[in-house]
C-alpha cells in the first residue's frame, strides 16, 4: 500500500523538530497514526477526543482524506520481468 501525502490534509502538519516531523493535528503534539491506532483497538472517536484533546472535526478529516486516497486511481507497474510460464517447471 503506497503512503498517503499527507502535506493534502488541512487539518495536520509536519513541523521539523516536532515529534521528528511524524505528521500531527496541527497545533498539536498528536501524531496522527493514534487515530488509526486506537480505532483499530476498539476506541470510539468521543475516547479520541477525550485522549488526545482533538476535535471531532479534525478526526473527521484525517479519516476523510484516508477514505478519499483510497478512490484515488493508482498506477499500476509492470512486472520487473516477464516469465514465461513454461520455463517455472
Same mark, same amino acid.
Given at each position: ?32 497514526s493514534v487515530v488509526f491506532d486506537n480505532l483499530e483497538a ?21 479519516? %476523510?482524506?484516508? *477514505?478519499?486516497?483510497? =478512490? !484515488?486511481? #493508482?498506477?499500476? %507497474?509492470?512486472? *520487473?520481468?516477464?516469465? =514465461? !510460464?513454461? #520455463?517455472?517447471?
Amino acid at each position: 500500500m503506497a503512503s498517503l501525502d499527507w502535506s493534502q490534509c488541512p487539518a495536520v502538519e509536519s513541523v521539523p523538530g516536532k515529534r521528528s516531523g511524524a505528521w500531527v493535528f496541527r497545533d498539536t503534539r498528536t501524531p496522527v497514526s493514534v487515530v488509526f491506532d486506537n480505532l483499530e483497538a476498539g476506541a470510539t472517536v468521543g475516547e479520541l477526543m477525550d485522549w488526545f484533546q482533538v476535535t471531532r472535526e479534525q478526526v473527521a478529516a484525517v479519516l %476523510q482524506f484516508a *477514505a478519499r486516497s483510497l =478512490d !484515488a486511481p #493508482t498506477a499500476v %507497474q509492470p512486472p *520487473a520481468q516477464m516469465v =514465461d !510460464a513454461h #520455463t517455472l517447471r
